[in-house]
Antibody
Framework: QIQLVQSGPELKKPGESVKISCKASGYTFTDYAMHWVKQAPGKGLKWMGWINTYTGKPTYADDFKGRFVFSLEASASTANLQISNLKNEDTATYFC????????WGQGVMVTVSS | DIQMTQSPSFLSASVGDRVTINCKASQNINKYLNWYQQKLGEAPKRLIYNTNNLQTGIPSRFSGSGSGTDYTLTISSLQPEDFATYFCLQHNSFPWTFGGGTKLELK
């Protein structure tokens, strides 16, 4: 069955970096784009952008240009999200989601940024 | 960016009730509107895609309708497992945008 399994929760200090992963199984990884979505505590969902899993080309929403990097380990069917120079407002759950109008989502990774 | 206004934010209902949740887009989204269910600590689950297409495995009590800027999710007869948060997503154009969510609670 199709699954997106994300890495575990992270606790970081401001200024640090974090890399979270999304491992896909049950389908051909390069057949579907991977999208990233942010859900801050008590807030709605915000689309961060997507990565073409065939070419590796990332596209970022305006609010996520600069400190956010989408990458792939295609041989491991894994998409990654790296956030550098973490800020308190990066505290959120981050989801990966498959494809156009995503059908399958990961379970989310809670990233807490606190001094 | 397309703004998605979802209503109501909270909905209190009983098992067996028929409920509707609405999403209004700030411009025509050409029926590229999905509905998702989210339970605490779980991955969102796609219920409906492209306005009115039922995701495989989703019960037929869920249905979607709409066009242009106005879209509706209907649950025809609430079941205990339906109490959750629901949100819409427009994927007509980037950046994709979400409705603010509807928390469906047991009355």
């Amino acid at each position: 069955q199709i699954q997106l399994v994300q890495s575990g929760p992270e606790l970081k200090k401001p200024g640090e970096s974090v890399k979270i992963s999304c491992k896909a199984s049950g389908y051909t990884f390069t057949d579907y784009a991977m999208h990233w979505v942010k859900q801050a505590p008590g807030k709605g969902l915000k689309w961060m952008g997507w990565i073409n899993t065939y070419t590796g080309k990332p596209t970022y929403a305006d609010d996520f240009k600069g400190r956010f990097v989408f990458s792939l380990e295609a041989s491991a069917s894994t998409a990654n999200l790296q956030i550098s120079n973490l800020k308190n407002e990066d505290t959120a759950t981050y989801f990966c989601a498959r494809g156009y109008g995503p059908d399958y989502w990961g379970q989310g990774v809670m990233v807490t940024v606190s001094s | 960016d397309i703004q998605m206004t979802q209503s109501p934010s909270f909905l209190s209902a009983s098992v067996g009730d028929r409920v509707t949740i609405n999403c209004k887009a700030s411009q025509n989204i050409n029926k590229y509107l999905n509905w998702y269910q989210q339970k605490l600590g779980e991955a969102p689950k796609r219920l409906i895609y492209n306005t009115n297409n039922l995701q495989t495995g989703i019960p037929s009590r869920f249905s979607g309708s709409g066009s242009g800027t106005d879209y509706t999710l209907t649950i025809s007869s609430l079941q205990p497992e339906d109490f959750a948060t629901y949100f819409c997503l427009q994927h007509n154009s980037f950046p994709w945008t979400f409705g603010g969510g509807t928390k469906l609670e047991l009355k």
